[in-house]
């Protein structure tokens, strides 16, 4: 039996008119990756905070390595490693300085903290810079090392809030190399982002927090394959020929799609891979939908536009997908290219949570 690093239930928060947690539970087994995955404004940096002791909850209760955050918050910040959303380091002292400060702030044993700001500066790819003000370093620069003062302690549970949000492609990976081996060497992360492929790397399991509610919950497979179960809609325009549209849709699926006027419906066991194929067949053909929706078997069909929940903006995310990659592929065309989509249709559906993220991140479609 795994022991529980963290357990969390019934969490409420509220901030004067905005409810930031709206009641969350879930519990996280020691030595492994914890995901929380959300839009801006969900509520993941409230929930680490509460976590982490830094605010208390209204309601409900959270217990880090069986300790209560409200009533042992001492017990718990012993444990605890925490690199916020927005660096803490002090930019007039250098990065081996700030390193050194956290460590004597953590009460880490004298002897031991040159040495472990050493390894952290090599581990982070700051050898180089580790004597330069902090002031001097570039975002990315700045953001390993405010992971790598969470780090000087080593402690058992670990809680990095949007880690990479600002890295480039190479210091992205690097730290997730960096929290793999801390996880193989027993520690436990919560790690915020909004960025499903991130967490689809890293976490065994996740929840996806709308609006201070779990949306989703499962391991990056089982949400996957959740948003697989799916069925597509293709909406026709006025001047195609549906019964030929008709046709070539069951050339791809095997079976006639149903048809209501213009709609045409079917369901899609593989999510997002039929639907590629689909399009790409129809496009081919000049053929092209007005809209184009994937979305859970529903018995209510109402489709009702203001993208409310994870099924509605992928229906929205999907399409807009489609008509990104189609222009995509246009431009490459009037550059002398070739009639090709990049959609990946494995891939799919990660593309397509990131975009519902985005749609609700930006507000627009
Ligand atoms: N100290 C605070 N005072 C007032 N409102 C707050 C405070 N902290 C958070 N909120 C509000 O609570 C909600 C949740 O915020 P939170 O920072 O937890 O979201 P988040 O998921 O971390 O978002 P982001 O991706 O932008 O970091 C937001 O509406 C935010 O404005
Ligand atoms: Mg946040």
Do not use: C
């Not at 081996?181 to 960025?195: F, K, N, P």
């Not at 399991?205 to 697989?228: P, S, Y």
């Amino acid at each position: 039996m795994p022991t529980t690093a963290v357990r969390v239930s019934g969490l409420t928060k509220r901030f004067g008119e905005v409810q930031a947690l709206a009641g969350i539970d879930f519990e996280i087994p020691e030595g492994t990756i914890f995901g929380l995955l959300g839009p801006n404004g969900a509520g993941k940096t409230t929930a680490v905070r509460i976590l982490a002791t830094v605010h208390k909850p209204d309601a409900g209760s959270a217990e880090v390595l069986g300790y209560d955050v409200v009533k042992d918050p001492n017990e718990v910040r012993m444990r605890i490693g925490l690199a916020g959303q927005y660096a803490a380091v002090d930019p007039n002292l250098t990065g081996r300085e700030n390193l050194r400060l956290m460590g004597r702030l953590a009460q880490v044993e004298p002897s031991y903290i040159p040495p472990r700001a050493d390894e952290l500066l090599r581990s982070f790819d700051l050898v180089d810079a580790g004597d330069r003000p902090v002031r001097t370093y570039s975002g990315g620069m700045r953001r390993r090392l405010d992971v790598a003062a969470s780090l000087v302690q080593k402690p058992p549970v670990l809680f990095l809030d949007e880690p990479t949000t600002g890295l480039d492609l190479q210091s992205r990976q690097a730290l997730w190399n960096t929290i793999r081996t801390l996880v193989h060497e027993g520690t436990t992360v919560i790690l915020t982002t909004q960025y499903l492929e991130e967490a689809d790397q890293l976490a065994d399991d996740l929840v996806v927090i709308d609006h201070g509610k779990i949306i989703a919950q499962g391991t990056a497979g089982e949400l996957k394959r959740n948003l697989g179960g799916t069925v597509i809609e293709l909406t026709m325009g006025e001047d195609t020929d549906v019964d030929r549209a008709i046709s070539l849709v069951g050339a791809v699926t095997g079976s006639e799609p149903e048809r209501q006027g213009a709609l045409l419906r079917m369901p899609s066991p593989d999510g997002s891979h039929l639907l590629t194929q689909m399009l790409r067949r129809l496009d081919d053909e000049g053929v092209q939908p007005t809209a184009v929706a994937l979305r859970e078997p529903s018995l209510d069909e109402a489709l009702t536009t203001p993208v409310k929940s994870l099924d509605t903006a992928l229906t929205y995310a999907a399409a807009q997908n489609y008509l990104d990659e189609r222009s995509r592929a246009m431009k490459r065309i009037e550059r002398g290219g070739t009639m090709t989509m990049d959609v990946e249709p494995k891939k799919l559906p990660i593309a397509l949570v990131n975009r519902y993220l985005e749609i609700k991140r930006t507000g627009r479609l």
